[in-house]
């Protein structure tokens, strides 16, 4: 049964779990679960995805219900009038606050603008070893994409040296198996926290509660929300 968040007469999102994809998709043929399929069954009329999540990532997923709000959603997007955020837990001290300002190349090899702001909201270190350093150090960090290329976060983060946790192939593979060994972790640690739009003049904030491998994470690492 997946968690319904926020469920309007034109719309409706769902706390997506991690490792669950939307849809059906080409580079993932042995699938034969997805988000829209549950929700559809489980709702027991038609919805609509109007934006991506990675299958890795947990957290805020909007459906319209009706086909002719695709539309008005789509552009929401695409002109960056949908406010983002999301957590993350990431390798390494993160500054207090940064924009990182890098254009990602699409699939047509075509480089697109691309802009992330993040804000550090806890660090800590831990005693067993990273690579040559006797400790290992963490930060959650808050992340505000103001464009919407494919694997943005994941990517931005990597360029600044700070890769998100658990993230295989953009993350720090020794810090994976680090963590996969000593703390069976398997999940990576991003998660769409906030969905903000305007909807005929009312703003409508969707939040998804943290899950609870990430929840557990962030206990294991010594990290917290209120930054202790």
């Known amino acids: 049964m997946l968690e319904i968040i926020f469920n309007h007469s034109h719309f409706v999102a769902i706390n997506k779990p991690h490792d669950l994809l939307v849809h059906?998709?080409?580079?993932a043929r042995d699938v034969q679960v997805f988000a829209l399929q549950l929700l559809r069954d489980q709702l027991g009329?038609?919805?609509?995805?109007?934006?991506?999540?990675?299958?890795?990532?947990?957290?805020?997923?909007?459906?319209?219900?009706?086909?002719?709000?695709?539309?008005f959603f789509s552009n929401q997007f695409q002109f960056g009038?949908?406010?983002?955020?999301?957590?993350?837990?990431?390798?390494?001290?993160?500054?207090?606050?940064?924009?990182?300002d890098?254009?990602?190349?699409?699939?047509?090899?075509?480089?697109?603008?691309?802009i992330t702001h993040y804000e550090t909201l806890d660090r800590s270190q831990m005693d067993f070893p990273s690579t040559q350093h006797p400790t290992s150090r963490y930060s959650l960090v808050q992340l505000e994409p103001k464009?919407?290329?494919?694997?943005q976060l994941r990517k931005h983060?990597?360029?600044?040296?700070?890769?998100?946790?658990?993230?295989?192939?953009?993350?720090?593979n020794k810090q994976n198996k680090l963590l996969k060994e000593k703390f069976e972790l398997m999940?990576?640690?991003?998660?769409?926290?906030?969905?903000?739009?305007?909807?005929?003049?009312?703003?409508?904030?969707?939040?998804a509660e943290l899950q609870s491998e990430f929840k557990r994470m962030l206990g294991v690492l010594c990290l917290s929300l209120n930054g202790s």
Not at 24 to 27: D, V
Not at 45 to 71: C, M, Q, W
Not at 91 to 100: K, S
Request: glycine letters at 6%; one cysteine or more.
């Open 24 to 27: 059906k998709t080409s580079i």
């Open 45 to 71: 009329y038609e919805v609509h995805p109007v934006h991506r999540l990675d299958r890795k990532t947990g957290g805020v997923l909007l459906f319209a219900k009706n086909r002719s709000d695709i539309s």
């Open 81 to 100: 009038k949908v406010q983002k955020s999301y957590l993350a837990i990431v390798r390494g001290h993160t500054e207090d606050f940064g924009i990182i």
């Open 102 to 114: 890098y254009p990602l190349t699409n699939d047509s090899g075509k480089a697109q603008e691309a």
């Open 147 to 151: 464009t919407g290329r494919m694997h």
């Open 157 to 172: 983060m990597a360029h600044i040296l700070h890769p998100i946790i658990a993230d295989r192939p953009h993350g720090c």
């Open 187 to 207: 999940t990576m640690m991003l998660h769409a926290r906030t969905l903000q739009f305007e909807w005929r003049s009312e703003r409508v904030v969707v939040e």
